[in-house]
């Protein structure tokens, strides 16, 4: 079945860039998604790209997509203390697969 | 603007009872889902729905029961609590299902067996 790894931590100084990566196994999926999950909530969608795609930016956003290497990453410009969370891709084939998450810790 | 809405939010079980957790959204989606969040483990498909009076086992289906009796609700049971199905439980809907279909999660049930 399909396979979605994420690195478990990642911590940035506010006001710097945040890489978040993603790899995946099944070179099918069509959409690819970025979820947020805030402490004590559950996810919501921040940002999602086709699969015929290499990148999309959406504000601070930036995502990016490697086809030939099943890469994803999300990239947050000038992070801020209120992207703490955790952060999960997802590919689609024909159901949603979920990564392990990576939280995010932005300090001052 | 209710959403997706679980309960209960928290429940603590001793081995071997049983309980259900609701899951209720007011989108008229037709897509429901049930996951389980462990850590280390991000989210996992217990169950899904597509459509009203359809189920559907996901990734971890054993253990747990689930009915889709009218559209808006997804029940997830479990007959036989075990400590290894103490989790966090999210429901979440979509309008369209699998490959398209942006998912609308609830804020998480916590369930803790002894």
């Known amino acids: 079945g399909e396979d979605v790894e994420q690195s478990l931590f990642l911590s940035v100084r506010e006001g710097d860039s945040s890489v978040i990566n993603c790899t995946y196994t099944?070179?099918?999926?069509?959409?690819l998604y970025w979820y947020k999950q805030e402490p004590g909530a559950g996810l919501q969608l921040l940002t999602y790209?086709?699969?015929?795609?290499d990148m999309k930016q959406d504000q601070r956003l930036t995502v990016l997509l490697n086809k030939k290497d099943k890469h994803l990453s999300l990239r947050i410009a000038d992070t801020q203390t209120g992207d703490s969370a955790i952060y999960f891709c997802a590919v689609s084939t024909d159901k949603l697969i979920f990564g392990t998450g990576t939280r995010l810790q932005v300090f001052p | 603007n209710a959403g997706v809405t679980q309960t209960p939010k928290f429940r603590v079980l001793k081995t071997g009872q049983s309980m259900t957790l609701l899951c209720a959204q007011d989108?008229?989606?037709?897509?429901m889902y049930w996951y389980r969040q462990d850590p280390g483990m991000g989210l996992r498909l217990i169950h899904y729905?597509?459509?009203?009076?359809?189920?559907a086992k996901g990734e971890v289906p054993d253990g747990y029961n689930v009915s889709r009796l009218k559209k808006q609700n997804f029940l997830l049971g479990l007959e036989s609590a075990a400590p290894s199905q103490t989790s966090v439980y999210f429901c979440?809907?979509?309008?369209?299902?699998?490959?398209?279909?942006?998912?609308?999660f609830g804020e998480g049930s916590r369930l803790t067996v002894l």
């Open positions: 729905s597509v459509g009203e009076g359809t189920t």
């Open positions: 790209i086709f699969s015929n795609m």
């Open positions: 979440a809907s979509s309008y369209k299902g699998g490959a398209t279909g942006e998912l609308f």
């Open positions: 989108m008229n989606h037709e897509y």
């Open positions: 099944d070179s099918s999926s069509t959409y």
